[in-house]
């Protein structure tokens, strides 16, 4: 817009100038007095373009203009858009306030003295209420002065707090660490941090070649691990087997004790109730005996050598000499109607 008001200008003064000049050399010499108005007013347009020239000026997006007044740097700052300043006495000068990409490799030692290259890519930007403080401080050499050491002496700051293996499993601390490094040393000369990203570790071949066995043996050893799990998952897996197997004969011996115990106490039942019927039924039968029905069952268990008999009462048992003879060691008894026996 502003290359175009100043084209206009000029194409105006031009026309101004070449038509007075076929004015004068075409027309009445005696208008030549008009002369004199044709060149002020080209005069005019001539200033006036210059003015325009170097008064307007128009700032784009995402810079911001820093005003020099004289050269020297002001507090005024111009933002996005079209702006005026004073003709010849001012100027602007643009700076970009928009994200930046550094990237930067930097060579450093680990706390174990591990020779470690890292990359670095840094997101930052140029705070626009502070652009005219960093131009006059570092003009717009700020990456050159400020960015490039700033990275180098944050890496080898921060590498050398963790050993070699350790800024590969603490990537996010070793990463936050020098952003906050950066971000303090960046902010002191009107600059901001968006982020920053370590894209690459580089260690010594030796040390590669180390990490790598590691990690071999590392791997094995987790074999290893699991393979152990596994068998002890086995051996729990038969053992609770075992278990079970003991506790199913212990309940089926439990089971054939509580049976055995069951059958003994229905045999015992059945006993004690044959022998309370038995006992009942001599019971009954006892009473049905009588004395001398006991008495016969006595004599007539008597040993063989013994003889017995039976008289009616009243009659008299008289033994000749010849019985007697023969059985001397026999003792004969009588029964009476009494119902007791006599010798």
Do not use: C
């Not at 194409?11 to 004015?23: D, E, H, R, W």
């Not at 590498?159 to 990537?171: D, F, G, K, S, V």
């Amino acid at each position: 817009m502003i290359i175009f008001i100043q084209v206009i200008i000029w194409i105006a003064f031009a026309i101004s100038v070449i038509g007075g000049a076929l004015y004068i050399f075409l027309g009445d010499v005696k208008k030549a007095s008009r002369i004199a108005s044709v060149v002020g007013t080209a005069f005019v347009l001539f200033v006036l373009a210059l003015m325009m020239s170097v008064s307007l000026g128009q700032v784009e997006a995402g810079e911001r203009g820093v005003v020099l007044e004289w050269g020297a740097v002001t507090s005024e700052t111009k933002g996005e858009g079209i702006y005026i300043v004073t003709p010849f006495a001012q100027r602007v000068h643009t700076m970009s306030v928009q994200t930046e990409a550094y990237e930067a490799a930097a060579s450093a030692a680990s706390k174990d003295l591990q020779d470690v290259q890292t990359v670095v890519t840094l997101n930052f930007s140029l705070d626009p209420g502070r652009v005219n403080d960093t131009y006059q401080e570092l003009r717009d050499d700020y990456i050159i002065r400020i960015v490039r050491p700033g990275v180098q002496e944050a890496v080898k700051a921060v590498t050398a707090r963790y050993n070699a293996e350790e800024l590969i499993t603490e990537r996010p601390a070793v990463r936050d660490a020098i952003e906050e490094i950066l971000a303090i040393r960046l902010d002191e000369h009107g600059m901001i941090i968006d982020t920053v990203n370590i894209t690459d570790f580089q260690f010594s071949q030796t040390f590669t070649a180390s990490i790598e066995a590691k990690v071999v043996a590392d791997q094995k050893a987790k074999e290893a691990e699991n393979k152990l799990k596994q068998i002890i998952v086995e051996a729990e897996q038969t053992e609770e087997k075992a278990i079970g197997v003991a506790n199913a004969l212990i309940a089926q011996a439990e089971g054939d004790k509580q049976a055995a115990i069951t059958r003994a106490e229905g045999e015992a039942e059945a006993i004690l109730e044959v022998a309370e019927a038995q006992a009942e039924a001599n019971t009954k039968l006892n009473a049905t005996i009588t004395d001398i029905l006991n008495e016969y069952n006595l004599v007539n268990g008597l040993g063989p050598n013994i003889n017995w008999g039976i008289l009616p009462t009243g009659s008299e048992f008289i033994l000749g000499e010849e019985v007697l003879s023969k059985h001397d060691e026999s003792t004969y008894t009588s029964y009476t109607t009494s119902g007791s026996l006599t010798p």
